[in-house]
């Protein structure tokens, strides 16, 4: 079992190597055999259509996210921690890099741990204004 002090520790450090384009950064304590899922269908992004499996696939995931997306202004707003799961609310300011579009989200993760890992990490948002904002 991993402890709240920890899980809330590795998922800043997450959220501040994702927030810098830290590909390794953001894959450090990220289990090789992990679940990834963004919710982004519709964007014109198709990796972000169905959950990606292993770190490999997950590296690449993230240049066409770090690509794609940029976000500003990032903040938890809460965490909500139970055993090795763990749910994170935060607001940021999306820009869509191609587009140059941008809106302030309320969005969540999912996150769940393995022996101090993530497995699975699943972020929630809204994906009409995803769409609004990729759309030339």
Same mark, same amino acid.
């Given at each position: 079992? !991993?402890?709240?002090?920890?899980?809330?520790?590795?998922?800043?450090?997450?959220?501040?190597?994702?927030?810098?384009?830290?590909?390794? *950064?953001?894959?450090?304590?990220?289990?090789?055999?992990?679940?990834?899922?963004?919710? %982004?269908? *519709? !964007? *014109?992004?198709?990796?972000?259509?169905?959950?990606?499996?292993?770190?490999? %696939?997950?590296?690449?995931?993230?240049?066409?996210? &770090?690509?794609?997306?940029? &976000?500003?202004?990032?903040? %938890?707003?809460? &965490?909500?921690?139970?055993?090795?799961?763990?749910?994170?609310?935060?607001?940021?300011?999306?820009?869509?890099?191609?587009? *140059?579009?941008?809106? !302030?989200?309320?969005?969540?993760?999912?996150?769940?741990?393995? %022996?101090?890992?993530?497995?699975?990490?699943?972020?929630?948002?809204?994906?009409?204004?995803?769409?609004?904002?990729?759309?030339?």
């Amino acid at each position: 079992m !991993t402890d709240r002090e920890e899980i809330k520790t590795k998922v800043e450090a997450l959220w501040d190597a994702r927030l810098k384009e830290d590909i390794e *950064g953001t894959l450090k304590n990220v289990a090789d055999d992990a679940v990834f899922e963004v919710n %982004a269908r *519709g !964007t *014109g992004v198709p990796v972000f259509c169905a959950p990606i499996v292993g770190k490999p %696939a997950i590296r690449e995931a993230l240049h066409a996210l &770090f690509s794609t997306w940029d &976000f500003r202004d990032w903040k %938890a707003v809460d &965490f909500m921690i139970d055993d090795e799961r763990v749910l994170v609310r935060w607001s940021a300011r999306v820009v869509c890099t191609p587009t *140059g579009k941008s809106e !302030t989200f309320d969005s969540y993760d999912l996150i769940k741990f393995r %022996a101090g890992k993530i497995v699975e990490y699943r972020q929630a948002t809204d994906t009409a204004m995803l769409i609004k904002l990729s759309a030339v």
